[in-house]
């Protein structure tokens, strides 16, 4: 019988720690859409939001390496499954052919690598531009905090902020889409009529998320910060 570890480090294993690595992410993305998100709330919304995860302190480092593990063993994981595909087809196919049943194979799947690893080097950029970007101030309830909301608006006016920030959200929808079905059918959901509702609801769950995330610089940069949806 092998042990955990063998186990996990199989391809099967790393499939399915894969899959559990990004639930856990896209749990994460829809939490942080909503913090995002009150940035159209009361002009104080997003700050409070900010100031909040601030006053955790200490342990809001222990979170945050939390979440850089995730993220790195979820993509150490995703490329060491892409190298093991490589090693054992290494000239590829010029047709995608599945035995008995529809290749699920697509622009979504094939990219996955490259969307991957653009998106994980956009989150260190994302980290380093807002996390480390001008320290602006505000007062909150009678004490200072840092006006993050400022720095966002301000950076979303820039032509190649958003055009930057928006090409990685089209490449996660990609991602999502992909990464959402193939983490349900890893865990067992992979037989007919489930598979093919789980594929749809991945496709739906991709789009939506990220045209979230994607209206946030969007609507910013057309109105030039000062739309009907921003309160000050």
Same mark, same amino acid.
């Given at each position: ?53 601030? $006053? ?24 060491? *499954? ?14 995608? +052919?599945? +035995?008995?049943?529809?290749? @699920? ?29 001008? $320290? ?41 889409? @992909? ?11 992979? @037989? ?15 789009? *939506? ?24």
């Amino acid at each position: 019988m092998p042990s955990l570890k063998q186990a996990l480090s199989s391809q099967v294993g790393r499939k399915i720690m894969t899959g559990i690595t990004g639930i856990g992410l896209m749990l994460f993305l829809i939490g942080h859409l909503g913090g995002n998100l009150t940035i159209f709330g009361t002009a104080d919304a997003f700050n409070i939001y900010t100031k909040t995860l601030m $006053d955790l302190g200490p342990l809001l480092y222990v979170i945050e390496a939390g979440l850089a593990f995730f993220f790195l063993y979820h993509t150490v994981l995703g490329v060491s *499954i892409w190298l093991g595909r490589r090693k054992a087809r290494p000239q590829g196919y010029d047709t995608y +052919k599945t +035995k008995g049943g529809t290749s @699920h194979q697509s622009l979504a799947s094939r990219s996955m690598i490259i969307s991957g690893s653009v998106m994980f080097i956009f989150l260190i950029l994302h980290i380093i531009h807002f996390k480390f970007g001008a $320290d602006y101030t505000t007062m909150i309830d009678g004490e200072q905090a840092r006006d993050l909301r400022k720095l966002v608006i301000e950076e979303f006016q820039k032509t190649w902020v958003v055009i930057g920030y928006v090409f990685v959200l089209v490449l996660a929808i990609l991602h999502l889409s @992909h990464g959402f079905w193939s983490a349900f059918t890893s865990l067992g959901m992979k @037989h007919g009529e489930t598979s093919k509702k789980v594929q749809l609801a991945a496709y739906a769950f991709g789009i *939506i998320l990220m045209l979230g995330f994607i209206f946030i610089p969007v609507y910013i940069y057309i109105t030039g910060g000062e739309g009907s949806l921003i309160s000050y």
